[in-house]
């Protein structure tokens, strides 16, 4: 929530920060009935009680009735400006109370704080200079002053604006409810969220210290949409297994989407992180996160790439102000310690919040109040070099606003960011937005490996070693395969070689994998498969290790190039093109490491007893040539184009043979 302001501060002979006047308030209602002078009062109770959008609705609907009453108009414009619906309402009710500003201690903090809202920020600086001329305590006066430099902030960030396109992430996930916290994995096909509404499980709750225990407020649930199509969001649905009457907020999911971190509160208290794991298709029931949670509030977390850092926010004392960045390191047992504070570099004497660590792991977003925030938390980023996290800095407008801009989380590819805010064109409250690109600049340089692990043909849940052969860029960390797809992931870092070792009871299979020359995003699969001693013998898996070299040979490069020269543009109905790039009669000997870059490997096996593997299908014998010499590019030597024609398989010299180009 937007940062609210301490009411009756008691400053020498004024009240500062509470423009509730009893004198004015009699006036307003001398003629008005019993029942509309109670709504009043209530009104009044939610704004002492900082409950600015509920007293909002009921001061609207009062002045809806009384639009000549200028103090009541005065109440409402003060409370719109919490209201990203309705700032632009907030300037005009403000100066329309300016006769009656000499009873109003707070106005002209007000109509600057109005004018901050609506980026009009050299007027906003005027007002708030106004308002320092009064008799102000320290508290009151420094909020002034960081009013202002939220101001100076975003006059000076005009001229940096990122060059990005914004959208509402739009229905079915927003709603008039609230959406934020936005999550998903490195595969991007599915989004995790956290959302307050009438969906909420346990629906409107009472909540001590508020004013009218009769409204209740929603509590935090976890809903899940997935994505079928490429830009098609499915109907959201709760996770149950993580959703309680209490305050359950989703804050990071592992890159591999096989943990999922929840923030837990039953509405008093402190709140801490848990931690639920994906057991085949069901999400476990969360159990508190080991060595970072304490007496004190602790709201968000994300883990490294490799999975061996975490980084949080927490009040918790020593730290350089209200809410800190800390991070732990995992320790043998599965516990995490050594915890340590981000220092001054990222932490101000404001607010830190809503870490996320790009899958690159080079890349820190996060959300601050401090720094050059220019209204409310904005998302900062920090980059990491010579072992440590330089000086962040704004990432600038569009995406941050003078209202909370948190959650920033990116796809691995960089291409796209997600975050929440609150803008005046949401459909809610909070609404989540995507911004393209993600990454402003040079792009992301990494390999995302996916693929299935299975032993005996079967999928299982195998451990997924990786290790780093550079050692001076150590990238090391076990991850696991889903017990019922198969499916792993993981995000490997540029400029190193690695070995992915694959394990399952007492069987191993090693794979090989170089970044050295990756400088942008890449994707490659590899499937692993493992086999039983009793398989092995049953099926006769005498190791091939060599590509099946008679096909190459009766394919020629002549009969390539003569088509190529004739037929290049060449589309014929029931014919397409392939690249063939192996045939083994040992599937897991395929060699998946020249890949990156490449279109998924297909695999399919022939009576010939022979698995082959292609990549691409193209109806243009010159779109497949291309691919052909990336794939040699990229090694692959004995790469060569095959023909599919009405379901057969042919070599190119068979199709001249065949006279199929008429």
Known sequence: MKVKFILFFLLTSTLVFSQLNQELKEESVAKWTKAEVQKFTTADKYFANEEYLFARQIYDSLYKKHSSNIYLGYLLGTCSIYDAHYQQNATSLILAAESIKTKLVDYDFYLGKAYLVNDKFEEAITYF??????????????????????????????????????????????????????????????????????????????????????????????????????????????INALNTNGHDAVVHISHDGQKMFI????????????????????????????????????????????????????????????????????????????????????????????????????????????????????????????????????????????????????????????????????????????????????????????????????????????????????????????????????????????????????KTVVKSISTTKIDSFARIEIDAELFSDEYAKLNDTKLDSTVYKSEVKNNTNAASDQLLTKYGNTVIDSLFYTIQIGAYKIPENFNYAKLIGLPKAERKSFSDNITRFTIGMFSKLVDTNEL????????????????????????????IKLQIFK
């Not at 602790?298 to 004392?317: A, H, I, N, Q, W």
């Not at 052909?628 to 068979?654: M, P, S, T, W």
């Open 628 to 655: 052909l010499i990336k794939a040699k590019k990229n090694g692959i030597n004995d790469a060569f184009i095959i023909a599919i024609y009405k379901g057969e398989r042919y070599f190119l010299n068979d199709l």
């Open 129 to 238: 200079e106004k308002y320092k001329s009064n008799p102000l305590n320290k508290i009151a006066k420094d909020e002034v002053d960081y009013q202002i430099s939220v101001c100076e902030n975003a006059v000076k960030l005009n001229s940096k604006s990122a060059v990005v396109k914004i959208t509402n992430i739009g229905a079915p996930i927003n709603t008039a409810g609230s959406e934020y916290t936005p999550i998903f994995s490195s595969k991007e096909d599915f989004i995790a969220y956290t959302y307050r509404g009438e969906r909420s499980m346990g629906g409107k709750q009472i909540v001590p210290n508020k004013v009218d225990i009769k409204n209740g407020i929603y509590f935090e649930d976890v809903m899940m949409s997935v994505k079928k199509k490429k830009k098609n969001w499915q109907e959201p649905k709760p």
């Open 263 to 506: 923030y837990r509160n039953v509405g008093v208290g402190a709140g801490d992180i848990y931690i639920s794991k994906l057991n085949g298709l069901n999400w476990s029931v969360p159990e508190k996160v080991k060595g970072i949670n304490s007496n004190y509030w602790e709201g968000s977390v994300c883990l490294s790439p490799d999975e061996k850092t975490m980084y949080f926010s927490s009040e918790r004392p020593g730290g350089l102000g209200g809410r800190d960045l800390y991070f732990a390191k995992l320790l043998p047992d599965g516990s995490w310690g050594n915890v340590k504070n981000l220092g001054p570099e990222i932490n101000t004497e404001k607010d830190e919040d809503s870490p996320f660590i790009h899958s690159d792991g080079k890349i820190l977003f996060f959300s601050s109040t401090g720094h050059n925030s220019i209204g409310g938390y904005d998302i900062f980023r920090s980059n990491y070099k010579m072992d440590k996290w330089e000086a962040p800095y704004n990432i600038g407008k569009p995406v941050n606003t003078s209202q909370d801009d948190k959650f920033y989380v990116v796809s691995v590819d960089g291409e796209r960011g997600y975050y929440s805010s609150e803008k005046k064109s949401g459909q809610g409250m909070q609404d989540i937005y995507v911004v393209e690109p993600g990454l402003f600049g040079k792009p992301t340089a990494l390999v995302m490996v996916t693929g299935k692990v299975t032993f005996d043909n079967a999928p299982i849940n195998a451990s997924v070693l990786v290790r780093s052969k550079f050692y001076k860029k150590d990238f090391s960390g076990t991850f696991n395969s889903n017990s019922i797809t198969g499916n792993y992931l993981i995000n490997l870092p540029s400029g190193n070689e690695y070995e992915v070792v694959f394990k399952h009871l007492n």
